[in-house]
């Protein structure tokens, strides 16, 4: 087979190579690879980084067993409100009512369940029907009507905790039963045996590290196909390795706990179900399309207002959802519950590396971006670090990951 070799120790195949161009075609300068897309890999030496830094802090209490369970059962519901985020701030626009809505949400549930005595199932659904509701009617505002999304949900956060007030009659109602509760605290543990741990959690994340070492492969072949730069072969079997030692290494501390957390396997679901929505469906490029730019865009053919109408509706399932795991994990319902949610979904879509402009960002990095904040703020604790400092940390690191986006454009620009 015959490669092309071009300037910076890059070996592109042509058009057309077979899986054989895999094996061959990068390059091996671990500088380059970095500085390619230094926005995405710089969140992840970032996460590596705050992991070490809090796990020898804490005297690797935050990479107990328990420790992680709880990491997972805690920040799980601002990772599911942080897919929708991004999503939100690739196409240009922000949510600033998220919280109130989880408040809304898991307030209609309690009533329904807990108050007049429905199925557990019905206040599920009814939650998602709220949450798509609400996302509904941002969407015809700021789709339609043409408002700005950042007027249009502040708009909705105050709306949406009044109507919670209202619901819940100022008052809190607990308990939900059982079988609710499990959403957020419920395990799979036992099903496929194991000495002392659980084999099931052990299995699931095998079968995770095979299906992404596979679709990355893939995506490695394409870019081959269409001449675009990939690493080379050793460092790509190198970085499968390392992610697989990461994710099994995880799952080792879950198997050791209290085996698979059943949100975690909703999570999961969203966080491929949604990676693959933006990455590999015409909806997807859409949503790109919007936010880099959007006239381009309109001129395309794209239709601007259906998909601003969409995205709207998906944040609010998604906080819907969120909605659920919230009130199960606190086993009820709170006028005061989401506060401040909507501050942490936007702050791991920017860590994340979603631009400020629009246009940029992944589900992935979005999920990495909320788990910094969650060790962050696990790690803090765990040292004893009063509230005030952490909200100090939280600001800082906001406002550096921004600076550094806006970093990136500007070096980006003196290139071109």
Do not use: C
């Amino acid at each position: 087979m015959t490669t092309i070799k071009t300037p910076g120790t890059l070996e592109l195949a042509p058009p057309g190579s077979g899986s054989g161009a895999a094996l061959h075609a990068g390059t091996s300068d671990p500088r380059a690879l970095i500085l390619r897309n230094l926005r995405q890999s710089g969140i992840y030496i970032a996460f590596v980084a705050i992991v070490t830094l809090f796990a020898f802090l804490t005297d690797g209490v935050l990479l107990s067993p328990g420790n992680i369970t709880n990491i997972v059962l805690q920040y799980s519901y601002i990772l599911v409100l942080a897919i929708g985020m991004v999503i939100l701030v690739i196409a240009g626009h922000i949510d600033l009512s998220v919280g109130s809505v989880v408040a809304l949400t898991g307030a209609v549930s309690a009533v329904l369940v807990i108050e007049q005595g429905y199925p557990w199932w019905i206040g599920v659904a009814a939650a998602l029907a709220v949450g798509v509701a609400v996302g509904a009617w941002h969407g015809f505002w700021v789709a339609y009507v043409g408002m700005p999304a950042f007027i249009v949900t502040l708009a909705g956060m105050l709306l949406f905790r009044g109507l919670t007030l209202q619901v819940l009659g100022n008052i809190s109602l607990s308990p939900f039963p059982s079988e609710y509760q499990k959403v957020a605290s419920g395990f799979l543990n036992g099903l496929v045996g194991g000495q002392g741990y659980d084999a099931f959690t052990l299995l699931i994340a095998a079968i995770a590290v095979i299906g992404y070492a596979v679709s990355v492969f893939r995506t490695r072949l394409a870019r081959i196909r269409y001449q675009q730069s990939v690493e080379s072969f050793p460092l790509f079997v190198a970085r499968m390795l390392l992610v697989g030692a990461i994710v099994m290494y995880f799952a080792w501390q879950l198997a050791h706990a209290r085996g698979l957390p059943i949100v975690l396997i909703i999570l999961a679901v969203l966080v491929i179900a949604y990676g693959l929505m933006t990455q590999n469906t015409v909806f997807g490029r859409q949503v790109y399309a919007i936010g880099g730019n959007l006239s381009a865009a309109t001129l395309s053919g794209v239709k601007v207002r259906k998909v601003n109408f969409w995205i709207f509706v998906n944040m609010g399932l998604l906080a819907g959802v969120a909605g659920v795991i919230y009130s199960s994990r606190s086993n009820g319902a709170q006028p005061a519950a989401g506060n401040m949610f909507e501050l942490d979904a936007i702050a791991a879509a920017f860590i994340g590396g979603a631009a400020v402009s629009g246009g940029v960002g992944t589900v992935v990095g979005a999920m990495v971006g909320g788990l910094i904040m969650a060790v962050m703020s696990n790690g803090m604790q765990l040292m004893g670090i009063d509230q005030s400092t952490q909200s100090v940390v939280k600001g800082l690191v906001l406002l550096l990951a921004v600076a550094f986006d806006i970093y990136n454009k500007r070096r980006a620009g003196a290139i071109r």
